[in-house]
């Protein structure tokens, strides 16, 4: 499976923006699609996810009500709407995925078998 992660760039705060992860190599529907990011000097953590076969969303308390994951099954992708951005939204962001995860891991890094290549998001206050 390769995970392409696309889409950051640099924002105002307040503003948007709309990431992207394209998935290769197997059928999308079994996968458990996360977002997670990470900020210098700090542990990754996670955002936002779409359980596999569902359209189960979870989300992180700091991003909810802000960000909004979704999928498009025709295009193997999914995405994360990120909207009112903060400066403490300022990372690199990662897609990851699994298909054997349990939802007591969702929040987990080491619980994923494949990763996307990181994308920076940089907010300005």
């Known amino acids: 499976v390769q995970l392409q992660a696309s889409g950051g760039g640099w924002v105002q705060a307040g503003g948007s923006l709309s990431l992207s992860c394209a998935v290769s190599?197997?059928?999308?529907?079994?996968?458990?699609v996360t977002w997670f990011r990470q900020a210098p000097g700090q542990e990754r953590e996670f955002v936002a996810a779409?359980?596999?076969?569902?359209?189960?969303?979870y989300y992180s308390s700091s991003v909810k009500g802000r960000f909004t994951i979704s999928r498009d099954s025709s295009k193997n992708t999914v995405y994360l709407q990120m909207n009112s951005l903060k400066p403490d939204d300022t990372a690199v962001y990662y897609c990851?995925?699994?298909?054997?995860?349990?939802?007591?891991?969702?929040?987990?890094?080491?619980?994923?078998?494949?990763w996307g290549q990181g994308t920076l998001v940089t907010v300005s206050s």
């Open positions: 190599g197997r059928t999308f529907r079994g996968l458990t």
């Open positions: 990851a995925a699994d298909s054997r995860l349990i939802l007591s891991s969702l929040g987990v890094p080491s619980s994923y078998d494949y």
């Open positions: 779409m359980w596999r076969g569902t359209s189960n969303t």
